[in-house]
């Protein structure tokens, strides 16, 4: 998708400086597998009363949401979901995405389980890339963390489909102590000549993980897993641009791995990225307790300039940095701060 240039207003900078450059859109709450750090099949299980088709934003308000973030700078857009490929129609959604001038890029975050029958409408409707999750090669390992024995090969099937198709591969490992670190290496070597792989530290996100400091590995420990007691050496790389939130290394084939280190190492101070989920509510950050209503003014028949004004006015107080604050946090509430779902703001 060529970049486009628009007339816009002077982009929207934070109470910290920080610039609104990346929106990631939820289209939908529901998830056809049930990770234990996401969606604990002990909470969304059978019963779990996930949201109507009719409260979902359509597409038409999600492209008219997504022009107003735009004139307020955001550059790069991300779908997410829950998984963002129940939702049905995709591709016609990132086509509309794609026509909105000073858009640059669309990516999407997805657990590859239908790219085989969708990635082919998705490059072709202007997807540039996807991010994968995949946690583990390791059948067991890999179906308790998914909550439902799903097999990895079939996220191998979407990941080679998305390649075949031409759309650049990213794969997110979340990485749990106890739980799959002893894998991480057979999944580096299986994988890094086919794609960047990026591993992610055990985070706080919703309230039914069960999160422990814990069960969190630091960079270095990761990296050391991922050389499998070998010599392997690996050489941290510049970043690419403010507010990327990899810290990035290469092995002495020029493979990438990005570190995700949201607890260890926190980046809150470069952080560009607003969320809107399923509904229309604004989140100004991953850990944030409530969000802003967008959807509602619109259905009231509020302008485009009079929704500008209420991210402007919310965008422009932003002080969020939970991660840096997230020892103090938890000390005062007992890691008991209720935070909405990651299904809702797709992570």
Known sequence: MPSRQADLSPPLTDALGRPLRDLRLSVTDRCNLRCTYCMPKEVF???????????????????????????????KLRLTGGEPLLRKGLPELIARLGSIPGVQDIAMTTNGLLLPRLAHDLKAAGLKRVTVSLDSLDPEVFGRMNGLGVHPERVLDGIEA????????????????????????????????????????????????????????????????????????????????????????????????????????????????????????????????????????????????????????????????????RGEVTRKNGAARQKVEMSHIGG
């Open 45 to 75: 299980g059978p019963d779990f009363a996930f949201l109507p088709r009719s409260e979902l934003l359509s597409f038409e308000e999600l492209e008219r949401l997504t022009r107003v973030f735009v004139r307020g700078g955001v550059q």
């Open 162 to 325: 998305a390649l075949t198709a031409g759309l650049g591969v990213k794969i997110n490992t979340v990485v749990q102590r106890g739980v799959n670190e002893h894998t991480l290496a057979e999944l580096w070597r299986a994988l890094r000549g086919k794609a960047v792989l990026r591993f992610i530290e055990f985070m706080d996100v919703g309230n039914h993980n069960g999160w422990n400091l814990d069960a969190v590995l630091p960079p270095r420990e990761v990296l050391a897993r991922l050389a499998g007691g070998t010599d392997e050496v690996f050489t941290p790389v510049q970043a690419n641009y403010r507010g990327e939130v990899a810290t990035r290394y290469t092995d002495a084939q020029g493979h990438e791995a990005g570190l995700i280190t949201s607890v260890s190492a926190p980046f809150c101070g470069d952080c560009t990225r607003a969320r809107l989920s399923a509904v229309g509510v604004l989140y100004t950050c991953l850990f944030a307790s409530d969000g802003l209503d967008l959807r509602s003014p619109l259905l009231e028949g509020a302008s485009d300039d009079e929704v500008y004004a209420l991210l402007s006015e919310r965008w422009n107080a932003r002080t969020d940095r939970y991660s840096e604050e």
